[in-house]
């Protein structure tokens, strides 16, 4: 049952005028607790909601999300402990934090409910200015985990926003790339820029292109379309596509699959980018003669198979201490030969293929030098 705003000569400072008081859920099966709670806070202005259970909690919650959560640890039904890892557990509501309530305030009893996700603990019977500063606390808090959120979905909305506008340019670029190619009347020279300009345009339209999926992915609103696949031939056809950017880094791909390669469930157009990406960081950083090795390989896994793709190169390698960030956004690592380089989206974007599908990609050092990237995901 929810109790209405009581007014006070104390409002909580975490609080603006300009927003609704916040919403304290307390779950609790004490029949008293609503009148041990409410004057406690009643100076605060805060709008209190109170459950009988953990079952009743989590309902109410669902309803109505509330600014923070005082659950009791023992209650019949569903504990404090599991009103905790169902909230934990839930995307929509797993950010509100929870101060749980017990008369059991041992270490034990602290620890266990911290490992669960509790946020803060407060022993029984309650003190009226310990718990007024810990509900600030975590109040603030959460109104700074709110207006960060705010700040990042509009960071999101803007880059969005951004790049649909750079299309047209690139459109424009790569139109008239393909004009002057086809009229005729040029140097070999000029030739060679034109050809670099459009190489060009078409590396800044896949990186604008990534930007979007990968803003879709976080936004939750990309879903995988999967269908069946000869991994030999997508694999295959990327490499037609790369042959042209080997050839000027002087450097052979082999490609090295089964004979007989069963169909793998894969979004084609995603699958395809993140391979690219994989094959053509391999080509940027081989030196020249160099051989590049593409595997692909589908095996059982207890009751699962699972597909994989192995990028080998040999090129200077990623220290040791760059390897765990090798798939932030924007990363900046280290090659050996050549000092510092900024990763970009590429391998960033082939780790949300990879777990768009359900699997995930390594990276491990290859002998004598190189890197060797493996993407793997369940087949069926």
């Given at each position: 049952?929810?109790?209405p705003?009581?007014?006070?000569?104390?409002p909580?400072?975490?609080?603006?005028?300009?927003l609704?008081?916040p919403l304290?859920?307390?779950?609790?099966?004490?029949?008293?607790?609503?009148e041990?709670?409410?004057?406690?806070?009643?100076?605060?202005?805060?709008?209190?909601?109170?459950?009988?259970?953990?079952?009743?909690?989590?309902q109410?919650?669902?309803?109505?999300?509330p600014?923070?959560?005082?659950v009791?640890?023992?209650?019949?039904?569903?504990?404090?402990?599991?009103?905790?890892?169902a909230?934990r557990?839930d995307p929509?509501?797993?950010?509100?934090?929870?101060?749980?309530?017990s008369?059991?305030?041992?270490?034990a009893?602290?620890v266990?409910?911290?490992?669960?996700?509790v946020d803060e603990?407060?022993?029984?019977?309650?003190?009226g200015?310990?718990l007024r500063?810990r509900v600030r606390?975590?109040l603030?808090?959460?109104r700074q985990?709110?207006?960060?959120?705010?700040?990042?979905?509009?960071?999101?909305?803007f880059?969005?926003?951004?790049?649909?506008?750079?299309r047209s340019?690139l459109?424009?670029?790569?139109s008239?790339?393909?004009?002057?190619?086809?009229?005729?009347g040029?140097?070999?020279?000029q030739?060679?820029?034109?050809?670099?300009i459009?190489?060009?345009?078409?590396?800044?339209?896949s990186?604008?292109?990534?930007?979007?999926?990968?803003a879709?992915?976080?936004?939750?609103?990309?879903?995988p379309e999967r269908g069946?696949?000869?991994?030999?031939d997508l694999?295959?056809?990327?490499m037609e596509g790369?042959a042209?950017?080997?050839?000027?880094?002087?450097v052979t791909?082999?490609?090295?699959?089964?004979?007989?390669?069963?169909?793998?469930?894969?979004?084609?157009p995603?699958?395809?980018r993140?391979v690219?990406?994989?094959?053509?960081?391999?080509?940027e950083?081989?030196?020249?003669?160099a051989?590049?090795?593409?595997?692909?390989?589908?095996?059982?896994?207890?009751?699962?198979?699972?597909?994989?793709?192995?990028?080998?190169d040999l090129?200077?390698?990623?220290r040791?201490?760059?390897?765990?960030?090798?798939f932030?956004e924007?990363a900046?690592?280290?090659?050996?030969a050549?000092?510092k380089?900024?990763?970009?989206?590429?391998?960033?974007?082939?780790?949300?293929?990879?777990?768009l599908?359900?699997?995930?990609?390594?990276?491990?050092?290859?002998?004598?030098?190189?890197?060797i990237f493996?993407?793997h995901?369940?087949a069926?």
């Amino acid at each position: 049952m929810t109790e209405p705003l009581v007014p006070g000569a104390s409002p909580d400072p975490s609080s603006s005028p300009n927003l609704p008081a916040p919403l304290i859920l307390v779950v609790d099966d004490d029949p008293f607790i609503p009148e041990i709670v409410g004057p406690m806070l009643a100076r605060e202005q805060y709008r209190l909601a109170f459950a009988a259970d953990g079952r009743e909690g989590l309902q109410l919650a669902a309803e109505t999300p509330p600014d923070l959560m005082l659950v009791d640890l023992m209650m019949p039904f569903v504990d404090g402990l599991g009103v905790s890892r169902a909230m934990r557990a839930d995307p929509a509501r797993r950010h509100i934090p929870i101060i749980m309530m017990s008369v059991y305030n041992d270490r034990a009893n602290l620890v266990t409910a911290l490992e669960n996700g509790v946020d803060e603990f407060i022993s029984k019977p309650l003190a009226g200015d310990e718990l007024r500063a810990r509900v600030r606390t975590m109040l603030r808090i959460k109104r700074q985990f709110d207006e960060l959120t705010r700040l990042i979905q509009q960071r999101q909305k803007f880059t969005r926003m951004l790049i649909h506008d750079f299309r047209s340019p690139l459109t424009v670029i790569s139109s008239g790339c393909d004009l002057l190619r086809i009229s005729g009347g040029l140097r070999e020279e000029q030739l060679r820029w034109l050809t670099g300009i459009a190489s060009s345009s078409e590396r800044l339209s896949s990186y604008t292109d990534q930007v979007l999926l990968m803003a879709a992915s976080e936004s939750g609103g990309l879903t995988p379309e999967r269908g069946p696949v000869q991994l030999p031939d997508l694999l295959a056809k990327v490499m037609e596509g790369l042959a042209p950017a080997a050839a000027r880094r002087n450097v052979t791909v082999a490609l090295e699959c089964p004979e007989e390669s069963p169909d793998v469930l894969v979004d084609t157009p995603l699958m395809y980018r993140a391979v690219e990406n994989l094959i053509g960081n391999a080509i940027e950083f081989s030196p020249a003669h160099a051989e590049i090795s593409v595997r692909c390989h589908s095996e059982m896994a207890g009751e699962r198979r699972i597909a994989s793709v192995r990028v080998a190169d040999l090129g200077p390698g990623i220290r040791e201490e760059f390897r765990e960030h090798v798939f932030d956004e924007f990363a900046v690592g280290e090659r050996r030969a050549t000092g510092k380089f900024r990763i970009g989206l590429g391998l960033a974007f082939c780790r949300m293929v990879a777990e768009l599908h359900r699997g995930g990609i390594d990276l491990k050092p290859n002998q004598p030098t190189g890197s060797i990237f493996t993407m793997h995901w369940p087949a069926g």
